[in-house]
């Protein structure tokens, strides 16, 4: 099984990120999905895939990326350019162009797992400023599979089980 873990919109903040990729020694691929707003070459986001957002100035960032893990393709993206805000459909045509299986953006800091169209789209919440909920959020998924395993996680008090999801993608 593989392990990605996905974080979002901490800006500025520097030990969280660090904290994080300490606390989960066993997992494969960092993600950041936008809005750290820290140069591109910040230590702290050495190791961390990386995407600009709407409040990351600094040059370097890619808009969007695309990965494959575990036979798994994963559009990484802010969400801003996408109005992911007001609707999951502008999303979710670029991830069909891209061939993704599993969508994960920011931009909202509204914590989101949800199946549409064969696609699994999440969004980890914030560790900085949540909304919507009061615990500040990233995610780990095990990818197995077509089987994602979706585990959540509180930066203060680890992982919240009663969140805890299994979704099946479409191969």
């Known amino acids: 099984m593989k392990k990605v873990l996905v974080v979002s919109d901490s800006h500025g903040l520097k030990d969280p990120l660090t904290a994080i990729k300490e606390r989960h020694p066993d997992v494969d691929v960092f993600i950041h999905c936008g809005d750290s707003e820290l140069p591109k070459n910040d230590e702290v986001l050495e190791g961390y895939i990386t995407v600009g957002g709407n409040c990351d100035f600094h040059p370097g960032y890619p808009e969007e990326e695309l990965i494959e893990v575990g036979g798994i393709k ?9 109005s992911v805000k007001s609707t999951l459909m502008n999303i979710q045509y670029r991830a069909r162009e891209l061939g993704a299986n599993v969508v994960c953006f920011g931009h909202s800091h509204l914590l989101g797992a949800e199946m549409s169209g064969g696609m699994l789209f999440l969004n980890p919440g914030s560790i ?4 919507g909920r009061k615990e500040r959020t990233y995610l780990i998924l095990g ?3 077509n089987n994602v395993e979706l585990s959540v996680y509180d930066y203060e008090r680890g992982e919240l089980p009663d969140l805890h999801r299994v979704f099946s993608l479409e191969p």
Do not use: A, Q
């Open 143 to 145: 990818i197995d599979g």
């Open 128 to 131: 900085r400023l949540p909304r």
């Open 74 to 82: 994963i559009f990484v993206t802010h969400g801003h350019l996408y």
